[in-house]
């Protein structure tokens, strides 16, 4: 009878336990690019997971924008918005701001040890925005160690599953090769971590370009009205070769096609679409009409959410509190352990 008992405990305590964190940097009002990239799997994700943590990284935020401390306040409460607004729900997921919990940035100090310049000026992630943002060696520190914080943020956690966009990738790579480190010299305190990506493709810019960004002038947001929608969809790029409607058009690089295969849950009538405008006799504005309305069947109700919860700010910071107060107790937790693992703990 003990034996089973024994077993019993064994088998319980080795199933999987899931522990899942993601979060923004509060930079600008969330797009559509973040919705199919992470939004939709953190929403999922909270009903399945063990535990779930939503962070707004308004520390990252300021490694590119130290002059500019207004516009992290003021986008706090805006990605908050759009994640509620998404479906994320205080209930099931601790929501927290980062700056909040001070041992996040004591445990980047650790950790800032543990990594090499070199290692972090190959980041491709750091690299790509580092060219976009054309920092060249001009880059702030702190944005060039934003991964070694981003470690921190996920492993005083224990998180073990990230859905994150594609391009963060490398960020999680760089954080189990701390993880190896920290363990190798301090004895096992931290296990690897998982990253969950979207099977949705990665949503190319309203312009055609290779990604949806706020920078880049080419994103539809959540918050976007009707006519806003409309007006982007309607000056998207398609074909410029197709200029008669009765031309013959391409399906690649077009991106209303490319929105539909995403958004579009009807994929007969997309293919029927797809044919019709290869063959000639199929005019842009009837596609770009119906992607107007399928965008709005996704966003619509989002907006809708978006504008009741914005009525009461208040209610929604005290959500952020709450979830920051619970945050800060697992954090404090987590660094009684790592003290002692870096024998610091002298008092
Ligand atoms: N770097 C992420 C982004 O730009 C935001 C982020 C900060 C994050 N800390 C995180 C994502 C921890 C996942 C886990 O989108």
Do not use: W
Not at 29 to 49: M, T
Not at 214 to 243: F, Q
């Amino acid at each position: 009878m003990q034996n089973y008992l024994f077993f019993g405990i064994i088998i319980y305590m080795s199933k999987d336990i899931k522990i899942v964190l993601t979060g923004d940097r509060p930079t600008g009002k969330l797009h559509l690019g973040h919705f199919v990239g992470s939004i939709q799997n953190r929403i999922k994700l909270q009903n399945e997971a063990d535990k779930s943590y939503y962070m707004i990284a308004d520390i990252q935020g300021l490694t590119d924008n130290a002059s500019n401390p207004q516009k992290i306040r003021d986008n706090v409460i805006e990605v908050a918005l759009d994640n509620l607004a998404c479906g994320l729900d205080p209930k099931k997921t601790t929501m927290f701001i980062q700056s909040e919990v001070p041992e996040i940035a004591e445990l980047t100090v650790i950790f800032l040890n543990l990594v090499t310049l070199a290692r972090l000026k190959r980041n491709p992630t750091v690299k790509d925005e580092m060219k976009q943002k054309g920092f060249g060696e001009d880059v702030p520190a702190g944005f060039l160690c934003y991964p070694i914080s981003q470690a921190a943020d996920i492993l005083f956690t224990k998180a073990n599953l990230i859905p994150v966009g594609e391009d963060q990738l490398p960020v999680i790579e760089q954080a189990n090769e701390i993880v190896d480190s920290f363990n190798r010299y301090y004895g096992d305190v931290f296990n690897h971590i998982k990253h969950l990506t979207s099977n949705t493709p990665r949503l190319i810019g309203t312009d055609g370009s290779a990604k949806m960004g706020k920078s880049l002038n080419n994103a539809i947001y959540l918050s976007d009205s009707l006519e806003e929608i409309s007006k982007k969809v309607m000056n998207m790029y398609t074909d410029p070769g197709h200029i008669h409607v009765e031309d013959p058009g391409k399906i690649e690089g077009n991106v209303v096609f490319s929105y539909l295969d995403i958004f579009d849950s009807n994929r007969a009538e997309v293919d029927e679409l797809k044919k019709q405008y290869r063959k000639g006799g199929l005019g842009d504005v009837v596609i770009k009409k119906r992607l107007i309305s399928v965008l709005e069947n996704t966003i619509g109700p989002i907006r809708a959410k978006r504008e009741e919860l914005s009525k009461d700010k208040n209610a929604i910071m005290k959500i952020l509190e709450k979830g920051t107060n619970e945050a800060r107790e697992k954090a404090k937790e987590t660094m009684i352990e790592v003290r002692e693992a870096l024998k610091i703990n002298y008092f």
